[in-house]
């Protein structure tokens, strides 16, 4: 059989691409976060469907790589004959035992997710052995340093040529992005310094390497694998300091899959470079031997034509994830990748020969110049321009977060809130939580309960908020008949927190899964206490709720968790479940995710439906779906004759940000795109006479549970400033307080946390993230306010202060 390098070169990167993509699902398994927030609820549905057939694709993999392994199998006394037979002989072993027991049965949220993430990174480096046994060493040479020094001042302007094309395009799609042409000519140029910095960085770290294996004696060939070593090193920190970061796994087993997984990258990388250069025959530039993954080692055409797609393949996909991506992970992620190929195929594209004309004189001057141009720049220190641009710019967004600074205070107080942070749930000793003692039925006439919180929903996409909407005419007619709060916050950014919180009203333990809830769920014991019959449908989040007893009907039974909930489907079925045992109040929840980002974003919006400018027309489609959903809800009520006997509550767990400055989605965010939420409460006219609220005042989600029990006639005890406060006050009550208080709120997600006050028109947050603080006035369009020392001192403190008060009150230590 002819042995075709390249052809084997691109079975081994599918292959790596493959078992690099089980590894990381295991990885993504065994981090609580991630497994909860992403896998659990099925938010991404492409992991579930490759985890599903990761058997039969185990298979193809074993399969082609026998077709590539034919020659040594085959030949007796070949290189690397006996290593080939091994690795078949382990894959067929392995691939009987993934029939018998598939990945999707065992890897979940356990050590063997962990193992199994390990175990799947041998099969790549075991074919680079291989391959670096059967196949011959290219002859090599030392890097030209000026060579090194023209790619990489190359590669910074086309790196910074490749973003900037797309970037006016982006800022037409985003929202609140000022960039005229003279500030967007400023931002590029700024850009551009920045590039520069970072490249001439890599030309500087690979001088050294270069010269200290001279120094040391070490051969051309010893400089080519310095560089796989570099490699790897940087490979590791980026997946440890970015990607493990961004999903919650910190620590040693942080480290570990980061080194783990870099290795094999490594590996994988090095193969490659072995089969695209095994038919060279003349000495390669050690440098340019890296390269070959990229660009081969023998035609300048390749390189070209990578240097030409490449804006479009990275542009294409920066669009095709920002909707979805988390904290720009995957945008950051591909920019390191474009950047890798850009100077691999630059310096092939400059070619072999020695650039005589370069003095030494000029490989120390540029990088000088460049570094003096980056420090002007930090002096003049024109932060809002690239922060604008950095908006549309994946890399300067890349950049400008890599080169944030911060004293050493300011870091130990970033490592409290993230020692505070996605607590290990052992850790948590919780207790009971009760806003009435002892808890006995409540007298007099019971108020059926239906409480519908919207995943997602932002209150400037109801008509109830937003005069310009008309697209949510149900949701309108029934906050003409309820109270309709102005001043509505979550405590949380995300479901996987808010939700809990709204149970329990009250803040929660910042982890993934809530620690012996059911003492602390205290609408659960109103409901309990008044003998309530619970239609409900269940998710991810409440099935962790223990709800499956007593008088408990679950609403379209035998739908996966993962699915997402259809307001709609959802009614039809209540309207089955409803008149059952009408003798008994009844208390009725859906979390639907109609306008999820997951579902609206990937919605069609029917020809005949159009909307205002400045909505996201898919949202805002998603939005009228609910709306219609929520008008047969009430018209389900008025026929059964309940809807003058029941509280009705539309709210939302938290908002998304629909292109603001760039961001999409909700992740780690607190902006009040993303914190606000509506609320909207009908009560029955009998009890709506007894009570009184104030409108304009602040109020949180977390309050729906106590102000629930005041409508029965309780009177719910004050648990202090973590715990929610009924909104409802006897007709003579004083709700003045609310107006003077300052509130904590979370990210659900990650060490970023905020403090509320004025009555909602003054936020603060700390960001430990993205290492940013800011603040914002709220009392009109919200607007930034110059951070200064006194504000960032006292409103640390009140975060610091609120949340030691929150480990305190749940019994755990950083």
Known sequence: MTRRPGAIAL???????????????CFLAFTPFAYDAFIKPGVIHALWAFIAIASALYWVMLLMTVLTLLPQLSTPGARGRAAAWAYVAAGVVVGIVLVVRPPMEVVGNNPTAFALGMAALVSPVWLAMI??????????????????????????????????LAAPLRIGQSIGIDLPPRLFAGAVGSSLILYLFVFMTLFVAILTLTSAARLFGVNASGEY????????????????????????????????????????VAAVWADLVRLRSSQSSDPIDSVALFGAPAAGVGSRAAAVG???????????????????DWNFLLQKLSVLIVWLLTFTSVYAAVGARRWKGVSRIWLAGVPVVAFALYHLLAWMNPSITIDRYAAVDPSIRLIRDARTGQSSETGARYAYLRSQTLVLPLKVQPPAIDFVRP????????????????????????????????????IAKLAGDSFVFERAWTRYSGTLLSVPAIWAGG??????????????????????????????????????????????????PGRELWAPTDLCTTVRTLEGALPQDRARPTFFYSLPQNVHPTVSQTRKVPPSETYPPGFDARTASSAYDVDRCVGA????????????????????????????????????WLYPEVMRVPLIVHVPSWLKAQVRTDLDALVFSTDITPSLYALLGYHPADLGPLFGRSFFTARDG???????????????????????GQNGRRLYVVDTVDATEYALDLSGEPRRLEVTPIMMGANRHIIAEQVSALATTYHYRP
């Open 225 to 264: 694998r310095l560089l796989v070593v570099l490699l790897a090193i940087c490979a590791t920190i980026v997946l440890a300091g970015l990607v493990c970061a961004s999903l919650g796994l910190t620590g040693r087993a942080a480290w570990a899959c980061a080194m783990s997984l870099a290795v094999a």
């Open 306 to 324: 990578i240097l030409v797609a490449l804006p479009f393949v990275a542009n294409g996909f920066v669009s095709a994830v920002r909707q979805l």
């Open 633 to 668: 809800l009430l018209d389900l009520l008025r026929r059964e004759h309940l809807y003058d006997d029941t509280v009705i509550i539309v709210t939302s767990d938290h908002g998304d940000l629909l292109g603001e400055e760039g961001r999409w989605g909700h992740a780690f």
């Open 11 to 25: 079975a081994r990167a599918v292959n790596a691409l493959f078992f690099l993509a089980l590894s990381g699902y």
């Open 507 to 556: 803040m929660v333990p910042h982890v993934v899964r809530q620690p012996r809830f059911s003492a602390r769920n205290s609408l659960l014991k109103l409901l309990d206490a008044n003998d309530y019959r619970r239609l409900m449908d269940t998710d991810s989040v409440v099935d962790t709720f223990d709800l499956r007893f007593g008088r408990f009907v679950e609403l379209n």
């Open 131 to 164: 391959d670096h046994i059967g196949w011959p060493a290219p002859s090599v040479h030392q890097a030209d340093s000026s060579r090194a020094l023209t790619a990489c001042a190359t590669t910074a302007v086309i790196a910074c040529g490749t973003y900037a």
């Open 734 to 756: 004083d709700s003045r307080r609310r107006r003077r208080e300052v509130s904590l709120l979370a990210s659900s997600y990650g060490a970023v946390y905020g403090v509320l």
């Open 439 to 474: 808890l006995g039925p409540a007298s007099g006439r019971k108020p059926n309960i239906f409480l519908i919180v919207i995943d997602s929903l932002r209150r400037d996409y109801l008509s109830a908020y937003n005069p310009r909407v008309t697209f949510t005419p149900e």
